[in-house]
């Protein structure tokens, strides 16, 4: 692809002057230094989430237990969504390639189709990214933590001493009313039921959620289900400290609020990087279609712009590793 | 007065057209290097599925194998699909040298000092 950058020259007349000792324009080569710019400053905040988590002295979740859900569908399939949002980074990241080949052509139909694919699969990936932020958000089904020690048995017979602080988390249904309920709303109350207890909803809709079992060490080790009366202890022993999802003081997923706010800050300028890429990518593909770089007989703004979007992959390849899998 | 600071032949873009013969090459390369890229993908999901963190030798070869795996695809992506491996070598040099440096003299300083005010240097471990 190289061109100009394959063919052999003579030092003194790479380096003498009149020419660029790099054999690329002036807009290529300060791509690349603001690219190396940009990599150091995400390279610097892979390190810093590296550091707090090495040095904190409470367990860190386990990305494949965190992040486990895929939109509209129950069950537990872990890190499969973000997977595929890796692979719809890199298909777009594909199709850029492709549009800048078909640029070294001067093929202006094909700059136009594989932009335009660019585009779409950047949007498809920034809406994957809200709908992960938005779950990630809400939570699922919230978590309080225990005011004093205790010890149960969980359903698969294995005793946890569990102790003051300790996170213990309901399910879906109960922690839906739980939260209303925790804030005070007058509509929610708890009642005794046959097996225990169950918050009731009364009013326009009327709505009971039994507390059926309580789930401990849901994000940093195997989790395990506890139910009946062993619930009931844990229900008992709960404190006033309610936490659902997350937000920027508090996160029901760790002990450590650095770990929501990374997962924000990494994450999020990430997604910003995606979104200016995709209004750049607009921008290019329209002046494409124009027929703008036609008359300028080169390509070579698709070829900046993709290498600005190869990058964005790229961070994407280590986010992925270092927040998700590690 | 005549400048005499500017680089006059300032469009290298020029002078990387290729034929379709040359461009069919390149297609093909791409691909090859996307089924790559999602078979190593596919490869750091099933492990980190399969084997659950834990404070065994067996979790910290798999841990290294997704920093590996990483580099991997990382230097795919740099390499062929930003083609600064068909760039001149002081152009790749001036972009990979710098970089290198900072972000290694980064991880140095972080793992080796980074833990003093702790008291503990192995809580790294």
């Known amino acids: 692809m190289g061109g100009e950058a394959t063919k052999s020259i003579s030092k003194e007349e790479l380096w003498g002057g009149g020419q660029s000792p790099f054999s690329v324009s002036y807009g290529k080569m300060m791509m690349w230094y603001f690219l190396v710019s940009d990599a150091l400053t995400f390279g610097g905040l892979l390190t810093a989430y590296g550091f707090v988590r090495a040095s904190s002295p409470d367990a860190w979740p386990i990305g494949e237990q965190v992040f486990r859900s895929l939109p509209g569908l129950n069950g537990e399939y872990p890190l499969i969504y973000v997977a595929l949002m890796t692979f719809i980074l890199i298909v777009s990241s594909v199709t850029m390639v492709l549009a800048v080949e078909s640029g070294h052509r001067n093929d202006k139909s094909g700059v136009v189709k594989w932009l335009g694919l660019t585009v779409i699969g950047g949007i498809i990936f920034l809406g994957s990214q809200a709908w992960e932020w938005s779950h990630f958000i809400h939570g699922s089904g919230g978590s309080y933590l225990l005011a004093e020690n205790v010890t149960v048995t969980a359903d698969d017979g294995q005793v946890f001493v569990m102790n003051k602080g300790d996170a213990i988390y309901m399910d879906h249904h109960f922690g839906h009313l739980a939260e209303p309920w925790m804030e005070g709303s007058p509509i929610i109350t708890l009642e005794d039921s046959d097996h225990g207890v169950k918050l009731v909803q009364t009013g326009e809709h009327n709505h009971e959620a039994e507390l059926h079992s309580l789930t401990v060490n849901k994000y940093i080790e195997n989790e395990s289900h506890v139910s009946g009366d062993e619930a009931m202890k844990l229900w008992n022993a709960r404190s006033e400290s309610f936490c659902f999802g997350a937000n920027m003081h508090d996160n029901e997923y760790a002990v450590q609020q650095s770990y929501a706010n990374f997962f924000f800050f990494i994450t999020g300028f990430h997604g910003f990087h995606v979104f200016s890429g995709v209004v750049i990518n607009i921008i290019i593909f329209f002046m494409a279609y124009r027929g703008v770089f036609e008359r300028r007989k080169h390509y070579e703004m698709v070829e900046k712009i993709g290498l600005y979007w190869h990058f964005v992959d790229l961070v994407w390849v280590f986010v992925f590793t270092f927040f998700y899998l590690i | ?125």
């Open chain 2, 1 to 125: 007065m005549e400048r005499d600071d500017l680089i006059v032949n300032d469009s290298y873009a020029l002078n990387s057209h290729h034929s379709e013969t040359e461009g069919a090459a390149i297609r093909k390369n791409v691909w090859k290097v996307t089924a790559i890229l999602t078979f190593l993908t596919t490869v750091e999901v099933l492990m980190g599925i399969v084997f659950k963190r834990s404070e065994t030798f067996t979790w910290s070869m798999i841990k290294w194998s997704f920093v590996i795996l990483t580099l991997v695809k990382a230097a795919y992506i740099v390499l062929v699909f930003m083609h600064l491996g068909d760039e001149r070598p002081n152009l790749k040099k001036v972009v990979l040298a710098p970089y290198m440096l900072f972000i290694g003299y980064l991880l140095f300083i972080a793992i080796s000092e980074g833990f003093g005010h702790l008291g503990n240097s192995t809580l790294l471990y």
